[in-house]
């Protein structure tokens, strides 16, 4: 069974940082692109950032120049370092894949997700 797993959140002061960590595992034969959403309770799940398979990446504007997004391919881990943390950061943080466990199957598939609390 394909599953992804998230680690890393928690409670900052504004200003802070945290990583997210994302690990894929399971019968795996190919990761596409990897990415971070966020959501807050009574709003629609939103992009944070995405990076493809050669590393290429996307933010949605509200986190650039604040967030990094990297992946370990060799380690089906994608990284989210986030760094001047806003209490408008506070959300539920998920990860997505868009893998394939065969040759001819590729789905899209989400972590768990993880709270990250921006608050003094």
């Known amino acids: 069974q394909v599953q992804l797993v998230e680690s890393g959140g928690g409670l900052v002061q504004p200003g802070g940082s945290l990583t997210l960590s994302c690990a894929a595992s399971?019968?795996?034969?190919?990761?596409?692109?990897m990415g971070w959403h966020r959501q807050v309770p009574g709003n629609q799940r939103e992009l944070v950032a995405r990076?493809?398979?050669?590393?290429?990446?996307d933010y949605t504007g509200s986190v650039k120049d604040r967030f990094t997004i990297s992946r370990d391919n060799a380690k089906n881990t994608v990284y989210l370092q986030m760094n001047s943390l806003k209490p408008e950061d506070t959300a539920v943080y998920y990860c997505?894949?868009?893998?394939?466990?065969?040759?001819?199957?590729?789905?899209?598939?989400w972590g768990q997700g993880t709270q990250v609390t921006v608050s003094s």
């Open positions: 990076i493809t398979n050669s590393g290429a990446t």
């Open positions: 997505t894949a868009r893998m394939s466990i065969t040759v001819w199957n590729t789905n899209d598939y």
């Open positions: 399971g019968r795996i034969f190919r990761i596409y692109d």
